[in-house]
């Protein structure tokens, strides 16, 4: 069994920074893809970045490529999604998921197994 336990979230204004967390808890993890997806208020659960298991520089959502990165710390069990000059449209809840894959299948949430409850970020302008 996976766990996945998100931090990080909270109210911030426009063009801050924050860096959000997920903390796996299971064995493997680290062999895992690990991603972060959003969901914004009346819209669709949306990709925003995957990191395979070597780490390296992940694949990241069109929509916010420039201004988010993704990295992992396998000793840890963490995955980090660092998120810079934040707009009002990234407000969202977001959640870390986990694919028991080692290569990346895309940025589609029926390939992730597993999934946090979800962190909160509120963007003020």
């Known amino acids: 069994q996976v766990q996945l336990v998100e931090s990080g979230g909270g109210l911030v204004q426009a063009g801050d920074s924050l860096t959000l967390s997920c903390t796996a808890s299971g064995r493997a993890v680290s062999m895992y893809v690990m991603a972060w997806f959003r969901q914004r208020p009346g819209k669709e659960r949306e990709f925003v970045a995957a990191?395979?298991?070597?780490?390296?520089?992940?694949i990241v959502g069109d929509s916010v490529k420039g201004r988010f990165t993704i990295s992992r710390d396998n000793a840890k069990n963490t995955v980090y999604l660092q998120v810079n000059t934040l707009k009002p449209e990234d407000a969202a809840v977001y959640y870390c998921?986990?694919?028991?894959?080692?290569?990346?299948?895309?940025?589609?949430?029926?390939?992730?197994?597993?999934w946090g409850q979800g962190t909160q970020v509120t963007v003020s302008s």
């Open positions: 990191i395979t298991s070597g780490g390296g520089p992940g």
């Open positions: 998921a986990a694919d028991p894959n080692w290569y990346f299948r895309g940025g589609y949430s029926q390939y992730y197994d597993y």
